[in-house]
């Protein structure tokens, strides 16, 4: 999931700066892989980004405490992980579904529902054609 592997992936490169520890472009990469792999199972389980960051950060001889950095605000960050999850699920259904021929074009309201028809809306050139009231 696409949120979870990049908030891991900057949340274990940001405690790595605030120790001073440099990680070379390679190390980085393997780091984006291995979070990339780990972030597919945790996405139904709160916190668990943690524990992987945690584990990341032993891998790579990183202090593990530096986890308390992001603690106080990874509940806040956890709702942009969220939200950066469902887009990425969507657009990847919209894009698998288009790829599949199943996406059918926008239709009108009315063939969309038999029976019922969409509500009429006035078509106005200024505001002073509006209707008053």
Do not use: C
């Amino acid at each position: 999931l696409d949120g979870s592997m990049m908030y891991m992936t900057f949340a274990s490169i940001f405690i790595a700066q605030a120790y001073g520890i440099h990680l070379d472009w390679p190390t980085m990469i393997q780091m984006l892989l291995i979070l990339m792999i780990t972030s597919k199972g945790i996405a139904g389980v709160p916190r668990a980004s943690l524990v992987v960051i945690t584990g990341t950060l032993a891998h790579f001889n990183i202090p593990e405490a530096g986890i308390l950095l992001i603690l106080a605000v990874d509940h806040f960050l956890d709702m942009g992980r969220t939200a950066t999850n469902v887009i990425g699920n969507a657009v990847a259904s919209v894009v698998v579904a288009r790829w599949e021929g199943q996406l059918d074009p926008p239709q009108e309201a009315e063939a969309a529902v038999p029976g019922i028809k969409p509500p009429v809306t006035a078509q106005v050139d200024s505001f002073e054609d509006m209707p008053k009231g």
